[in-house]
């Protein structure tokens, strides 16, 4: 059985901190199956401190990864893998990208563009992933409980913080959309079902948990065409109502006037398109289950990786 060595710093706190944390776990366990497995995970500043680690084919002194980055190191070949749910690019996937045994590094904010400019001939080496939901929450429940409510708001659901980074709001009439006020996560979820629609705007990346967690719970989300990618398309219009980004937008969420009038005049359009809105909804459900959820992102995961390639 070949024998691998995984690296992701993470403690007590790291745990309840965000739901890719557990991912870390469950995908750790999912590698037992098929690999001897020694871990190198438990740091006790995981959730304040970057963790410095060195693999046995590395060009690198100390690489440091964050915990919410995580590195399988083959001890046979010395091949590595790297992931990363991080919402910029960091010292743990650039650092190794000319090494030779580095063969793959799966981005959950990929964004062609900004990577090709800091990778270049090693870009191949890249790929799109996938994005987690925050809280560690059973969405299911709140999925079943919005089938049954038979009237739903049409005002645009969002509640967030960093609204300081998120100037495009201030354009929206606060007539059309509820107040900003972040919510505990069960209130936040028993509101967000009772809405037609709900607003997604890039937070620190531009993929944000609220998005995949409407997915989740069945809420349609409007927003700007994405320009990062997942390694399963997201399609405008079918699994997220979607505005064309205009030539002049260089960030959404630093939107102008113009450019929230645009989103404005696009809710217009599909509020009342309740036949568009299911559809909207059943795709990007149909996304969740088939792309979030973890036991289909686990097998995803491994796959994307190529790790068949170690066994």
């Known amino acids: 059985m070949t024998k691998i060595k995984i690296h992701n710093p993470c403690n007590k706190h790291t745990r309840y901190y965000r739901n890719y944390n ?46 919410c980055e995580y590195v399988i190191e083959n001890l046979d070949n010395g091949e590595f893998v790297i992931m990363s749910v991080a919402d910029d690019l960091n010292h743990c996937i650039l650092n190794e990208q000319s090494n030779p045994f580095l063969k793959k590094v799966l981005v959950s904010q990929f ?25 560690i929450i059973d969405l299911e429940n709140y999925y079943n409980k919005r089938k049954d409510i038979k009237e739903l708001d049409k005002k645009i659901f969002f509640k967030g913080t960093s609204l300081e980074d998120r100037s495009i709001l201030k354009h929206i009439d606060q007539e059309l ?8 996560p069960d209130s936040y979820f ?42 399963s398309e997201l399609i405008p219009n079918y699994h997220y109502i ?31 398109e309740d036949n568009f809105l299911n559809f909207v909804s059943n795709n990007a459900r149909e996304y969740y289950i088939n792309n979030v959820a973890d036991e289909a992102k686990i097998k995803n995961t491994f796959n994307l990786l190529n790790l068949h390639n170690w066994l």
């Open 22 to 67: 557990l991912f870390w776990d469950k995908f750790t366990d999912f590698l037992k199956i098929h690999f001897d497995v020694e871990e190198n995970r438990f740091f006790e500043n995981a959730h304040s401190e970057r963790f410095p680690i060195n693999l046995n084919k590395g060009v690198s002194d100390n690489l440091l990864i964050l915990e």
């Open 111 to 135: 964004d062609p563009e900004k990577i090709l400019n800091h990778t270049r001939e090693n870009f191949f080496k890249y790929s799109p992933w996938t994005y987690f939901q925050s809280q």
């Open 177 to 184: 959309i509820t107040d900003f006020r972040p919510e505990p």
């Open 190 to 231: 028993n509101q967000i079902i009772n809405h037609k629609i709900a607003l997604s705007v890039d937070g620190r990346g531009e993929f944000c948990y609220r998005d995949v967690e409407c997915f989740g719970v069945g809420v349609p989300i409007i927003r700007y065409e994405y320009v990062s990618k997942f390694y």
């Open 242 to 272: 979607s505005i064309k980004r205009p030539s002049d937008m260089t960030s959404y969420r630093a939107g102008t006037e113009e450019h929230a009038k645009k989103l404005i005049e696009r809710y217009n359009e599909v509020i009342e």
